[in-house]
């Protein structure tokens, strides 16, 4: 932005603005989006992932304009239709399968 469009900001008692390009402080989600894995960028992302998921379950319309069925529906919306249910059932047993661990060769599973 120019310096004009800044003078007008604080002209009006607003903000100037930021660059889009000024370095992320970290706890902010723009950092963790940056690759930043710091405890306090990846809280930043779990409160913006939560607050998101809180919006889209808030929003009573919205169940009726998703595609119902699958995981996203399920996770995101809250959805808990049959349909939704059984997706979301199918994907966590195929998340389980492949992290199982392997089995031991001795049969001892400690």
Same mark, same amino acid.
């Given at each position: 932005?120019?310096?004009?469009?800044?003078?007008?900001?604080?002209?009006?008692?607003?903000?100037?603005?930021?660059?889009?390009?000024?370095?992320?402080?970290?706890?902010?989600?723009?950092?963790?989006?940056? /690759? @930043? !894995?710091?405890?306090? &960028? *990846?809280? #930043?992302?779990?409160?913006?992932? %939560?607050?998101? =998921? +809180?919006?889209? $379950?808030?929003?009573?319309?919205?169940?009726?304009?998703?595609?119902?069925?699958?995981?996203?529906?399920?996770?995101?919306? /809250? @959805? !808990?239709?049959?349909? &939704? *249910?059984? #997706?979301?059932?199918?994907?966590? %047993?195929?998340? =389980? +399968?492949?992290? $199982?661990?392997?089995?031991?060769?001795?049969?001892?599973?400690?």
């Amino acid at each position: 932005m120019s310096a004009d469009y800044d003078d007008v900001m604080i002209s009006l008692g607003l903000e100037p603005s930021t660059p889009r390009n000024a370095p992320a402080e970290h706890g902010e989600r723009r950092s963790y989006s940056n /690759g @930043c !894995r710091c405890a306090e &960028c *990846r809280e #930043a992302w779990r409160r913006y992932q %939560a607050d998101w =998921r +809180a919006s889209k $379950r808030r929003d009573k319309d919205a169940l009726a304009r998703v595609k119902h069925g699958t995981t996203t529906t399920y996770r995101a919306y /809250g @959805c !808990r239709c049959e349909a &939704c *249910r059984a #997706a979301n059932t199918a994907a966590m %047993a195929a998340y =389980r +399968a492949r992290h $199982r661990k392997p089995a031991t060769a001795g049969g001892d599973d400690r």
